[in-house]
């Protein structure tokens, strides 16, 4: 079997069923999210060698600075969807990676804006916001990170999962082509 055919094949699996678990229980779970990263170092680093192991290490990497980025915000991204993406660049590598994220963290900004204004929440979403970006600019001021009243929740592995079928169909990694 080919191998950006195997990749596909991993990568909308891991998807399908990251989007079911997050929409019925609101968590993507590490029997879903660990197998596949381990299976994407693997191959990459057998199919490439060296270069398809950094390949997937890079993107993890890439996948963490995000995940701290997060953190200092107020913590915005869950662990399982950090844990999706970093399976996502493992299998599907560094350059994938580099086009999906921004894509489903547009995607989901779209969706929280939406979400906020039909849970009349925007106003409280804005200003953790701002606080989060706030506290990352002048370190003094206080915060509290964590989940508070008014803030916009939702399955997050929806956006990820439309901004990679998106960035499949755009880029054609790992389709192949």
Partial sequence: MDIAILKTIIVLAMLTAALATDLHWGKVPNWLTIPPL???ILINAVSAGVTGLLDSLGAIGLVLSLWIVTMLLGGTLGGGDIK???ALGAVAGFHFIVYALPVSVAIGGLI????AIRRRA?????HRLYRGIATV????IPTQIGRETGTVHFPYATAIAM???LTMLWTG???GK
């Fill in 173 to 175: 990694i790992p389709l």
């Fill in 163 to 165: 901004g990679s079928i």
């Fill in 38 to 40: 381990v299976v994407g």
């Fill in 137 to 140: 600019a002048i370190p003094h």
């Fill in 84 to 86: 999706l993406l970093a």
């Fill in 112 to 115: 929280a804006v939406i979400v």
């Fill in 122 to 126: 925007l106003g409280a979403s804005l």
